[in-house]
């Protein structure tokens, strides 16, 4: 092949080429004629894709960004020069996928998909920019806010209408703001919000309870009327603290403050909550190791029957041994073990030391009692848990001597106990009874709902119940309640003998539990006061 035929065969090719490609070419002479457009900028439209070719010109070698129908378009211009002619070749590159797709990426690290608000990424992003800019005399406040029950919510009403409520939450607070303020949402039913410039602590702190007050108001969902609150610390700057941690755990010390007392306030940051809050990591602590190397114990309680003294059951009362043997009641520690999901375990610990002293159990009171178990309404709802809780039971081949004490909240809850759970309980032969009956979430309408074999009536009805003519009355409704339903009733909290003197006299109640027929006893000293009595019974 000749060198001209070479030529010409090389130029076809480099044009098919430029014609082929999906960027925009765009080729003026120096006269500004355009002399080049392949098939990719013929496609995009003259007028429009000249305008844009034109300011490019004017600042070649700048990518310009621009929107043509709906499409965002990147072009750049640059000077080609041959020996004799220059020229401005014009690169156009439809981007809009590319832009989707990053506004898409952009969404999913910083935004919260159910609320559309900021999620944690970009609140701790943009407050630690905003400390590192502050001047010396800028102040600002961050606010925690923690719905309060909400898991009571979710469960009664369904998922989607807890989601729904977070929603109405987030606008709630969003509409209240100004364009200087930010409200994010941290995940579940925990919200953060940056209130910029504050004047002073006063009118920062009324605002923050106006908002308060805001969600207090009822809010309708799926035809349902919903009441709710939050509980709200608030941490100043740079009062409570110079960096976005330290802030964070002020506001998280003052709302748990709040959530410790009257649910739905507001508080303040003192520094007296961050001894608090260092007393409470230390309990944690504690907390965790004691699972770790199973320093729980058991104390039993027995059930008797008032008219024989017989030993009907026991109640299995959990116990924390700590490093120097003080044994500790579960009041200081039980809802923090709830809080920080360490129950599970927990519970499984003390069903297991409950199986190994049966033996002991049996010959102080005899093969034929009752064992009871504290399961706490957050457990009995989770069903991988009770599952492999009751599989646990099941395998012991006694698991019909049982009964699983569950509080009213457990019942009365749209959620998976009644529905998925219960059977569960059911197909192992253990029994089900309402602990606490009348302090809670009891109605008589979801009482008539549930399939429980046993009713304990809370103390707060026993307590002096001979001097209380009024709660003579409720007493004796709950009891008329409980028998027609089929369910045995107990009452708990006995102390005195004037109560069980009522309780035999004007009740058909048999059962009873309290500190005038025993206090909860270890396992060593129930061996030592009836491990070699034949008599079974309380005198």
């Not at 211009?77 to 990053?102: G, K, M, P």
């Not at 209130?195 to 006063?202: F, G, T, W, Y």
């Not at 303040?268 to 909550?273: A, Q």
């Not at 009536?457 to 409980?482: M, N």
């Amino acid at each position: 092949m000749s060198g001209p035929d070479l030529i010409s065969q090389r130029q076809v090719l480099l044009e098919a080429t430029i014609q082929t490609l999906p960027v925009g070419i765009l080729v003026h002479d120096d006269q500004g004629y355009c002399i080049l457009a392949n098939a990719a900028a013929r496609a995009l439209g003259s007028e429009s894709i000249h305008d844009l070719a034109a300011a490019a010109v004017d600042r070649p070698d700048t990518v310009i960004t621009g929107d043509l129908e709906g499409r965002t378009l990147e072009v750049q211009a640059r000077t080609v020069t041959t020996e004799r002619e220059s020229y401005t070749l014009t690169s156009i590159a439809d981007v809009t996928r590319h832009h989707a797709v990053q506004r898409q990426l952009i969404a999913q690290a910083f935004i919260d998909p159910l609320t559309d608000l900021p999620n944690r990424t970009m609140f701790e992003q943009s407050i630690e920019d905003l400390i590192a800019n502050a001047r010396a005399d800028d102040r600002f406040a961050l606010a925690f806010i923690d719905l309060d029950n909400f898991k009571h919510i979710n469960d009664y009403y369904s998922h989607a209408a807890g989601d729904a409520l977070l929603q109405k939450v987030a606008d709630r607070i969003r509409n209240t703001l100004r364009p200087s303020d930010m409200l994010a949402r941290l995940g579940g039913d925990e919200f953060v919000l940056l209130l910029n410039p504050i004047p002073d602590r006063d009118s920062t702190l009324a605002a923050v309870y106006d908002i308060s007050e805001r969600l207090k108001r009822p809010y309708f969902i799926d035809g349902y009327e919903i009441f709710a609150s939050a509980s709200i610390g608030l941490s100043l700057y740079p009062d409570h603290g110079t960096t976005y941690e330290l802030m964070r755990r002020q506001a998280d010390s003052a709302m748990y403050r709040v959530k410790g007392s009257v649910k739905g306030g507001v508080s303040v940051f003192e520094e007296t909550m961050s001894r608090a809050a260092t007393d409470r990591m230390a309990v944690e602590q504690r907390l965790r190791l004691a699972i770790r190397d199973r320093c729980f114990c058991c104390a039993f309680q027995p059930k008797v029957d008032m008219r024989t003294q017989a030993v009907l059951g026991v109640e299995v009362l959990l116990r924390w041994r700590d490093e120097l043997g003080i044994i500790h009641a579960p009041g200081g520690f039980i809802e923090l073990a709830i809080e920080l999901g360490l129950i599970n375990d927990i519970a499984m610990q003390v069903l297991l030391d409950t199986i190994q002293a049966i033996p002991d159990l049996d010959e102080a009171f005899g093969s034929d009692i009752s064992v009871s178990v504290n399961i706490a309404a957050k457990q009995a709802c989770d069903v991988p848990f009770m599952t492999a809780f009751c599989k646990a039971l099941g395998e012991t081949g006694i698991a019909k001597r049982f009964v699983l004490e569950l509080t009213e909240e457990a019942f009365f809850t749209k959620g998976s106990f009644q529905r998925e759970v219960l059977p569960l309980i059911r197909d192992v032969g253990a029994k089900v009874s309402i602990d606490d009956f009348g302090v809670g979430y009891s109605s008589l309408a979801a009482l008539a709902e549930i399939t429980a074999d046993e009713l304990k009536i809370d103390r707060s009805f026993v307590t002096d119940i001979h001097k209380r003519p009024r709660s003579q009355i409720v007493l004796k409704a709950i009891e008329s309640l409980g028998l027609a339903l089929d369910m045995s009733i107990v009452a708990e909290g006995v102390e005195t003998f004037e109560e069980v003197a009522y309780l035999l006299g004007a009740t058909q109640i048999r059962c009873a539990q309290g500190y005038y027929f025993s206090k909860p006893m270890l396992l060593d000293e129930i061996r030592s006061e009836f491990g070699r009595s034949s008599d079974k019974r309380y005198a």
